[in-house]
């Protein structure tokens, strides 16, 4: 897998790109059970440069948690969270607000919350 990455790591210098080592994760993806098969695998050192990349059960990618089984739990738990956080605030300015803008701020707060993503999850 070493001479892989070095191979991606070289077409990137030559095309004028740098990979950050030290921000550069690794993650295996697949069911719980192909990832139980190979441990011996997931327990090798992977290498970018000088540069020992730790191996992640998740990562987060433009906003979105991506897991090694592509499940969506820890995504949704903090799409949750955040929204929740969003309506409490809201609920505590509420008696100072008239409806028409309370409706206007959960649109505009806690619609991007939700429909953030939602593309890739069809």
Same mark, same amino acid.
Request: hydrophobic share 40%; proline share 2%.
């Given at each position: 897998?070493?001479?892989?990455?070095?191979?991606?790591? +070289?077409?990137?210098?030559? @095309? !004028? %790109?740098?990979?950050?080592? +030290?921000?550069?994760?690794?993650?295996? &993806? !697949? +069911?719980?059970?192909?990832?139980? +098969?190979?441990?011996?695998?997931?327990?090798?050192?992977?290498? &970018? !440069?000088? @540069?020992?990349?730790?191996?992640?059960?998740?990562?987060?990618?433009?906003?979105?948690?991506?897991?090694?089984?592509?499940?969506?739990?820890?995504?949704?738990?903090?799409?949750?969270?955040?929204?929740?956080?969003?309506?409490?605030?809201?609920?505590?300015?509420?008696?100072?607000?008239?409806?028409?803008?309370?409706?206007?701020? &959960?649109?505009?707060?806690?619609?991007?919350?939700?429909?953030? &993503?939602? %593309?890739?999850?069809?």
């Amino acid at each position: 897998m070493n001479k892989e990455i070095e191979a991606i790591r +070289s077409w990137a210098i030559s @095309n !004028g %790109l740098m990979l950050n080592d +030290s921000k550069t994760r690794a993650m295996i &993806v !697949g +069911s719980t059970r192909h990832l139980n +098969s190979i441990r011996e695998i997931r327990d090798r050192n992977i290498m &970018v !440069g000088d @540069n020992i990349v730790p191996l992640s059960e998740s990562v987060k990618y433009l906003g979105v948690s991506i897991t090694e089984t592509l499940d969506w739990n820890e995504h949704v738990t903090h799409c949750v969270r955040k929204v929740n956080m969003t309506l409490y605030r809201l609920k505590v300015c509420k008696r100072f607000l008239p409806t028409s803008v309370r409706s206007t701020l &959960v649109t505009s707060l806690i619609n991007p919350l939700i429909d953030y &993503v939602c %593309l890739a999850y069809i």
